[in-house]
């Protein structure tokens, strides 16, 4: 199976800040790579897919890059709705992967 | 609009069955892949099962082979995850989303809550 591997696990951010998560698959996934948002009791939404093709309606202040083993993620200015947990998700082989989240907190 | 609406969970004890529905509409239900992934109390997301558009095709999380099944009736426009030998640690909310390889999951469900529990 593939492992996906997120950092940091956690972090705090101010409002307007430049967030950057990482994401590392255990072996070459090619740009099979999906971001998540999810906030607490609600279902995930899908920001991003193709490792940087945001879905419809998602604001550009986010942004996917990388390709191979290693992906991030970035908010470019942390508004308070931002404030979630983000999850990467490898879909090149089954058993489709999650890494295990970062949550952004306010500082 | 999109719509995913799941029904089914509840409370079930150790070794007992469930059989999860989710209702698609708003979209062309026939011509995606469905999955299933579930997230346990305070964890992360897990990807169950996925099932392809005519249902010749479903794979399934290690964890839950022999155990789960999933199905799709394209005519209701409705996926199912039909679950025996339910354990504690199936015990989680279960979405259900459209995917597709192009574009991964799509679409989510708001959940439905499944406790194993004596």
């Known amino acids: 199976d593939i492992q996906m591997t997120q950092s940091p696990s956690s972090l705090s951010a101010s409002v307007g800040d430049r967030v950057t998560i990482a994401c590392r698959a255990s072996?070459?996934?090619?740009?099979?790579l999906a971001w998540f948002q999810q906030k607490p009791g609600k279902a995930p939404k899908s920001l991003i897919y193709?490792?940087?093709t945001l879905q419809t309606g998602v604001p550009s202040k986010f942004s996917g890059s990388g390709s191979g083993t290693d992906f991030t993620l970035t908010i470019s200015s942390l508004q308070p709705e931002d404030f979630a947990t983000y999850y990467c998700?490898?879909?090149?082989?089954?058993?489709?992967?999650f890494g295990g989240g970062t949550k952004v907190e306010i500082k | 609009e999109v719509q995913l609406v799941e029904s089914g969970g509840g409370l079930v004890q150790p070794g007992g069955s469930l059989r999860l529905s989710c209702a698609a509409s708003?979209?062309?239900?026939?011509?995606?892949?469905m999955s299933w992934v579930r997230q346990g109390p305070g964890k992360g997301l897990e990807w169950v099962a996925n099932?392809?558009?005519?249902?010749?095709?479903?794979y399934y999380v290690d964890s839950v082979k022999g155990r789960f099944t999933i199905s799709r009736d394209n005519a209701k426009n409705s996926l199912y995850l039909q679950m025996n030998s339910l354990r504690a640690e199936d015990t989680a909310v279960y979405y259900c989303?459209?995917?597709?390889?192009?574009?991964?999951?799509?679409?989510w469900g708001h959940g439905t809550l499944v406790t194993v529990s004596s």
């Open positions: 989303a459209s995917y597709r390889k192009s574009s991964d999951f799509d679409y």
């Open positions: 708003g979209f062309t239900f026939s011509s995606y892949w």
């Open positions: 099932i392809k558009q005519d249902g010749s095709e479903k």
């Open positions: 072996q070459g996934i090619s740009n099979y």
């Open positions: 193709a490792a940087s």
């Open positions: 998700q490898q879909y090149y082989t089954y058993p489709l992967t």
